[in-house]
């Protein structure tokens, strides 16, 4: 069955185009950086945002019209899985990502809940064998049942945590089987509201022995994927255990995990945090952590995270900047962990979404692309660093330096270096400059 009747195949047009079922900038063969922007990129749809989301906030109820909408049960999950290929096909996007609610229902309990999974799953392996469409990472959902509510690896309730335990291993089956390339650790709520009733050393030990118990049981069933944790400051848990890029680094760090780990990051999470996504995506990177993306916005005028599709040029440069002087994303992507406005809501939207999302990458690709090979600021950093390339700033760098010599140097240097200005505006202008040239 089709449900995407009046849309075909979406295909690049270039940046004259006026089809608003076209790419402008996205060419998926177009090489950029000794790469195609196909393999640069690695596009993933979200299972939860695209076919499962219903438009519902915290004030209002579903408003998505959709045309598995009239299905239910069992039946609406086999009908969002062809939809899903359907819509993967359509809009030339290689991979996709799931929760394990997202693409089955629990049923009554743990082991209808499984066999759900299992039939669904072999709907998705059929249709990833006649399509070739790949599973970048799936996770389990342990935030949204009711039985959640006080956490799921750092909850009080030792019944839940075998309960997530459980999940967390059928999820790596399912990868296994599907080929994933990651599997995700997300914490909605593995964290706190107040320490009057928190034994925060036990949550935190606890959260590590579930990954330690997951990165076991991925090597004995021989589940090659890379692990990734999502970071998320706030919401729904007032004090997130995952809160940021560098506290989850230094969690992993801790628990002797960051051999297995890298993160997952996303811009709204980032900005909720109130960091850039830059900011978060260069603590992962100068840290060898830098594992996958979640692509999206947040809006600054709303505190909660909105997930919104990324348009904004400007970011999406300083994020392909990131990830190109990274190197790449490895086995990672850039799962578009966003959705259409609540008011949005036909079928289309989702395509239209999904190209200004695209398109807003493929362009600040580019222009990343064209900064780094021109050096912009890779000299300029270099040349206001040069001072600790000779004398007493390479004797620092060296570790050679003491406090004592130091002093010795600072108290006969009459003539002490000048500082130089930072320059920060010409830089900004000079990345406009690029933005709006290339």
């Known amino acids: 069955?089709?449900?995407?009747?009046?849309?075909?195949?979406?295909?690049?047009?270039g940046s004259q185009s006026t089809n608003p079922y076209a790419f402008k900038f996205y060419n998926p063969t177009e090489v950029v950086a000794g790469k195609t922007m196909e393999e640069h990129l690695r596009f993933a749809m979200a299972y939860w945002h695209t076919l499962t989301a219903g438009g519902s906030d915290p004030f209002g109820a579903d408003t998505a019209v959709r045309p598995w909408g009239s299905y239910s049960g069992m039946d609406l999950a086999k009908a969002r899985v062809e939809a899903g290929f359907e819509f993967m096909e359509k809009l030339n996007l290689p991979y996709f990502c799931?929760?394990?609610?997202?693409?089955a229902p629990e049923g009554s309990n743990l082991r209808e809940f499984y066999s759900n999974i299992d039939t669904i799953v072999e709907s998705i392996e059929d249709h990833m064998k006649s399509t070739g469409k790949k599973l970048l990472w799936n996770t389990a959902n342990m935030f949204t049942n009711p039985r959640f509510m006080h956490g799921a690896g750092t909850t009080c309730n030792a019944d839940v945590y075998a309960h997530a335990a459980a999940q967390v291993k059928k999820g790596l089956e399912v990868g296994k089987r599907l080929g994933a390339e990651n599997y995700?650790?997300?914490?909605?709520?593995?964290?706190?509201?107040?320490?009057l009733n928190t034994d925060m050393g036990l949550e935190l030990d606890n959260l590590a022995r579930l990954f330690h118990m997951a990165v076991d049981y991925a090597k004995e069933i021989g589940f090659d994927a890379q692990f990734l944790i999502e970071p998320k400051p706030k919401e729904p848990t007032k004090h997130q255990y995952d809160f940021d890029a560098a506290t989850t680094i230094a969690f992993l760090q801790k628990y002797g995990l960051d051999k297995h780990f890298k993160l997952n990051l996303e811009a709204n999470h980032a900005t909720l945090a109130g960091h850039t996504f830059e900011h978060e995506l260069r603590v992962a990177r100068i840290n060898g952590m830098l594992g996958s993306l979640d692509a999206n916005q947040g809006d600054m005028l709303i505190g909660w995270d909105t997930d919104e599709f990324p348009v904004n040029i400007y970011d999406?440069?300083?994020?392909?900047?990131?990830?190109?002087?990274?190197?790449g994303l490895g086995r990672g992507g850039v799962n578009f962990d966003a959705k259409v406005r609540r008011p949005s809501f036909e079928p289309e939207d989702l395509f239209h979404a999904h190209i200004a999302g695209m398109d807003t990458y493929a362009k600040g690709l580019k222009v990343a692309a064209k900064l780094i090979e021109d050096r912009v600021f890779e000299d300029f950093i270099a040349n206001r660093y040069s001072s600790f390339n000779e004398g007493i700033g390479a004797d620092v760098v060296s570790g050679k330096a003491t406090l004592a010599s130091l002093a010795e140097y600072a108290l006969n240097n009459e003539s002490p270096r000048q500082n130089e200005s930072g320059r920060q505006e010409m830089l900004k202008g000079i990345l406009n400059q690029y933005i709006l040239a290339n």
């Open 1 to 13: 069955m089709a449900y995407f009747n009046n849309i075909s195949k979406v295909e690049y047009e």
């Open 98 to 103: 799931f929760h394990d609610v997202d693409i």
């Open 184 to 195: 995700v650790f997300w914490g909605g709520r593995e964290g706190y509201e107040t320490l």
């Open 316 to 327: 999406a440069t300083l994020t392909l900047y990131e990830v190109l002087m990274n190197g």
